[in-house]
Structures are given as structure tokens and as C-alpha cells.
Nanobody
């Protein structure tokens, strides 16, 4: 059974940093894109970042230069390093796996991801 478990969320002041982790289990994730999305209250879920099997990264414009996605295939873990956080980054952050398209670039569309974690809250105070 595939499981994605996020951790590392919390409350931080504007300008601070957090590192989110997503531990994947249940099968190999090596050849598949992994992504992070977020959803703020009253808003739709939005793309944050994705990394594929060759560690090619893509980012939303709103986080480019501040967030870094990475993956450790040996540990089946994906990370999201978030620096210079802003109040508008406040949201529930979700890890996602696209296990239908191996050896592809990561997608920015949430519909392309078929497994999701439960989410971790990130709150940035001004």
C-alpha cells in the first residue's frame, strides 16, 4: 500500500525557514515524479514544486528562488526547503507522487498525481 507522510510544518515568522519532508513507502518511487502542492483557506490547491527521476526541478513563480525541492531515492524521501517565508506562503502543504508516468518530467497539474499525503500546516506570521 502506497503511503506518503509529510512532516516539518509549523509556525514561523516572516523571513524564516522550514524544511518539509515526505516519506514514501509501499513501492519504489525512483523513476517517478514527486511534487509539492499547497492549499490556503478558501483557495484552490496550487502547484509549488516538482522533481523527477533525474532530479530536474520545476517551481511555481511565486516560490522560485526561495524554495528548493530535492529527493533522496535511497531513503524514498522528498524534501522542500523553504527560505525567506512570507505570510502568503501560509497553507497546508501536500506531498504527491505521480506513479503513472515513469521517466517523465514532473507535472504542474494536480490531476497528474495519483497519490497524496495527508498534508502539513505551514503558518507564516508577519
Amino acid at each position: 500500500q502506497v503511503q506518503l507522510v509529510e512532516s516539518g510544518g509549523g509556525l514561523v515568522q516572516a523571513g524564516g525557514s522550514l524544511r518539509l519532508s515526505c516519506a514514501a513507502s509501499g513501492r519504489t518511487f525512483v523513476g517517478y515524479p514527486m511534487g509539492w502542492f499547497r492549499q490556503a483557506p478558501g483557495k484552490e490547491r496550487e502547484f509549488v514544486a516538482t522533481v523527477n527521476w533525474s532530479k530536474t526541478e520545476r517551481y511555481a513563480d511565486s516560490v522560485k528562488g526561495r524554495f528548493t525541492i530535492s529527493r533522496d531515492n535511497a531513503r524514498n524521501t522528498v524534501y522542500l526547503q523553504m527560505n525567506n517565508l512570507k505570510p502568503e506562503d501560509t497553507a497546508v502543504y501536500y506531498c504527491a507522487a505521480d506513479l503513472r508516468r515513469s521517466w517523465q518530467f514532473g507535472s504542474v497539474r494536480s490531476d497528474d498525481y495519483d497519490y497524496w499525503g495527508q498534508g502539513t500546516q505551514v503558518t507564516v506570521s508577519s
